[in-house]
């Protein structure tokens, strides 16, 4: 092995990296796993927050929960304050409970 490192010693510093990267990856996987679920999740409450809330307008809601990876698919139900969001293969909703309560995730 020590052969192999002193004659390739790029290749095994990214042999090495790779290991490295593998077992963080295996390390933090649950939480890799929920992410894409996260998106959508933090968008629907969000905007319904923002909406329904605090009353702002459309086009200031759905400019403050622009993300760098962006949503697939939005829908907002006016008249039912309801919200669901669609991205990165996940889709969530938001409902509108109440004045006191505010938005709630939908199960």
């Given at each position: 092995?020590?052969?192999?490192?002193?004659?390739?010693?790029?290749?095994?510093?990214?042999?090495?990296?790779?290991?490295?990267?593998?077992?963080?990856?295996?390390?933090?996987?649950?939480?890799?796993?929920?992410?894409?679920?996260?998106?959508?999740?933090?968008t629907a409450k969000?905007?319904?927050?923002?909406?329904?809330?605090?009353?702002?307008?459309v086009g200031y809601?759905?400019?403050?929960?622009?993300?760098?990876?962006?949503?697939?698919?939005?829908?907002?139900?006016?008249?039912?304050?309801?919200?669901?969001?669609?991205?990165?293969?996940?889709?969530?909703?938001?409902?509108?409970?109440?004045?006191?309560?505010?938005?709630?995730?939908?199960?």
């Amino acid at each position: 092995m020590s052969r192999f490192v002193r004659r390739r010693p790029f290749t095994s510093v990214l042999l090495l990296l790779l290991a490295v990267l593998l077992g963080w990856i295996w390390q933090e996987r649950v939480a890799l796993w929920a992410f894409p679920d996260i998106i959508s999740a933090y968008t629907a409450k969000e905007y319904c927050s923002c909406r329904y809330v605090m009353n702002n307008d459309v086009g200031y809601c759905r400019g403050y929960v622009k993300q760098w990876l962006p949503f697939s698919g939005f829908t907002d139900d006016d008249a039912a304050k309801h919200v669901t969001v669609s991205g990165m293969g996940r889709s969530n909703s938001a409902q509108w409970i109440s004045e006191r309560q505010g938005c709630r995730l939908q199960p």
